[in-house]
Structures are given as C-alpha cells and as structure tokens.
C-alpha cells in the first residue's frame, strides 16, 4: 500500500523559500518516477514537476521554472522540493506522487489514485 507524507510547507512571505520534503513507502521507490503536484482554493490539482527514478531527467511547468528545483534521494525514499522566490499565485497544498515515466519525466499522470495529507504552504504579499 503507498504510503507518502509530506512535509516543510509554511507561513512566508514573497520571495522566501521553503523546502519541502515528501516520504514514501509501500513501493520500490527507486523503481518509479515522481512528481509534485499542488492545488489551490477552488483550484483543480496541478502538476508542478517531476523527476524519473534515477534522477536525472527533471521537468518543470512554466510558472515553477528557474524558481523550484525537484530532487530525490533514493536511499532515504525521500522527494525534495526547494522552492524559492515564492509568490501569492504559490500559495496552495502541495502533494508529492508516483507517476508514470520511470526512466523518463513524460509528465503528470499518476499510476495511483491515493493521495497524502499534503502540504500547505502559504506565500503572503
């Protein structure tokens, strides 16, 4: 069963950082590619980034580019997410997830439908 937890989202204001960290289990974490989505107050779920499993291919959508950084650390089963100059339109719950691609970031589309408490981050002006 998957189990994610993330973690390190907060209070800033515009132009801080937060570094935001996600825990998985339940899978061979090293075998699947990972994405951080997000969603915002009456807002669909969006993908923000990925990264395959080894780490070395990384996608980014318009809005995160030169600002957020995705890696992973496959010994420690973790996905980390270090954003910074962060803005209002940041501000959302941030979720981390399989997806599918393995070798390859191809993009958002998640292999499971199971989700973590996510994690809120706030960015005030």
């Known amino acids: 069963q998957l189990q994610v937890e993330e973690s390190g989202g907060g209070l800033v204001q515009a132009g801080g950082s937060l570094r935001l960290s996600c825990l998985v289990g339940g899978l ?7 994405a951080w989505f997000r969603q915002a107050p009456g807002k669909e779920r969006e993908g923000v980034s990925c990264i395959s499993m080894n780490g070395r291919d990384t996608k980014y959508v318009d809005s995160a580019k030169g600002r957020f950084t995705i ?13 910074n100059d962060l803005k209002t339109e940041d501000t959302a719950m941030y979720f981390c997830a399989p997806v599918y691609g393995g070798d390859k970031c191809s993009g958002f589309q998640t292999i499971w439908n199971s989700w973590g408490q996510g994690t809120q981050v706030t960015v005030s002006s």
Request: aromatic share 16%; proline share 0%; net charge positive.
């Open 71 to 83: 890696r992973r650390d496959n010994a420690k089963r973790e996905l980390l997410f270090q954003m």
């Open 28 to 34: 061979a974490f090293d075998a699947f590619a990972m």
